[in-house]
């Protein structure tokens, strides 16, 4: 129903009923009405819908309706309910295309997600969530080298991945979710390539790591374990940094973030978690973060912000075996159908 997509869309630009009336032009009594399907807007008023909360008017007439289910938020404790509302509305107008696109095909080219690798018991301790963590990356025969294309390789194997453009000021890094029978996970689009990278392997944690850990385990923190585990092995970190140190340079954890994808402040706490220094050197190296302001902002160049293409790859796949044409290929891509057809001629005029 019109009513239920224009209430996620308000929902998703942060708008109340009364700036929508006052963007639109129209009752904020009206809006109410819209919203419980109490009247329904005629074909202009939807297009003044559409260009106030700025998305395209087909939005309102997509056959896909979706759900979220099992949601887990990194840091949902930071968020409002009207900031979950925005964010939840935001991921699911994308997801919604994604699951379109999904129906399309008569045999979606992409494998379903399946556990990489059962444990036959439970795990008790941080330090067995890093072996599992190995053991993940072995099953998708990623060694112990840096995964360049994170992204790309969660895709490879049947997660579904959404970066979104939530607003910077909602301080949201992730989540992740079921659609049906699809996993997903969702990453800002507002932060730094390492912190999205964090964010993907934390939240890959989450839902491997379901129905595995023992009681007394702290969750978030087994996952924050997994995470730098996952992206930075315990033989990878000692072949750069040795078995026991004393002291670590700065530059050496400056060339690790970026040879890894992972924060200097990460690799530091992976270097005292696995024992390459004391406590009290860690602590040590931690102030001197602090001290410098590198908390907030690491020195040096900002790590590559990560990026999907998958979803673009297989409108053009789809496109291509003529099972959709260039106006659906657009409005899944949510662009417009000249702008698409601009991409399809690879971005010539003639």
């Not at 019109?2 to 963007?23: H, Q, V």
């Not at 074909?43 to 979706?66: C, D, H, M, Q, W």
């Not at 315990?234 to 340079?249: M, Q, T, V």
Request: with cysteine; glycine share 6%.
């Amino acid at each position: 129903m019109i009513g239920e997509r224009l209430k996620r869309a308000r929902a998703a630009a942060g708008m109340s009923m009364r700036a929508l009336a006052d963007k639109a032009g129209i009752s904020a009594n009206m809006i109410k009405k819209y919203e419980h399907n109490l009247s329904m807007p005629s074909s202009g008023k939807i297009i003044i819908l559409a260009k106030a909360l700025g998305i395209k008017s087909e939005y309102f007439f997509r056959p896909t309706n979706v759900t979220l289910e099992a949601v887990q938020y990194r840091n949902r404790h930071k968020f409002s309910n009207q900031s979950l509302k925005k964010i939840e509305a935001s991921v699911l107008e994308q997801v919604e295309r994604w699951m379109e696109l999904v129906n399309i095909y008569p045999s979606f080219p992409i494998k379903p997600f399946s556990p990489p690798i059962s444990t036959p018991r439970l795990l008790n301790s941080l330090d067995e969530v890093d072996g599992y963590a190995n053991q993940v990356r072995k099953s998708w025969d990623l060694g112990l080298n840096p995964i360049r294309e994170l992204i790309d390789a969660l895709e490879a194997n049947g997660l579904l991945v959404i970066v979104t453009d939530i607003a910077s000021n909602e301080r949201f890094d992730g989540l992740n979710a079921i659609v049906g029978n699809q996993k997903i996970i969702v990453i800002s689009s507002n932060w730094p390539g390492d912190r999205q990278r964090f964010t993907l392997a934390h939240e890959l944690a989450h839902i491997v790591l379901n129905g595995k850990l023992s009681k007394g385990i702290n969750v978030e923190y087994a996952c924050d374990r997994f995470a730098a585990s996952f992206l930075l092995p315990s033989e990878a970190i000692k072949s750069y940094l040795g078995e026991s140190r004393n002291h670590l340079e700065d530059k050496e954890l400056q060339l690790l973030k970026q040879e890894f994808g992972i924060s200097m402040q990460a690799c530091l706490r992976r270097a005292k978690d696995l024992g390459i220094i004391t406590e009290s050197e860690f602590k040590k190296a931690h102030k001197k973060f602090k001290d410098n302001d590198w908390l907030a902002n690491e020195p040096g160049v900002e790590y590559e912000k990560q990026k999907t293409i998958l979803l673009e790859q297989l409108v053009f796949r789809a496109l291509g075996e003529e099972l959709i044409n260039e106006s659906k290929a657009a409005e899944i891509l949510g662009i417009s159908q000249m702008k698409f057809h601009h991409t399809r001629r690879l971005g010539n005029v003639a």
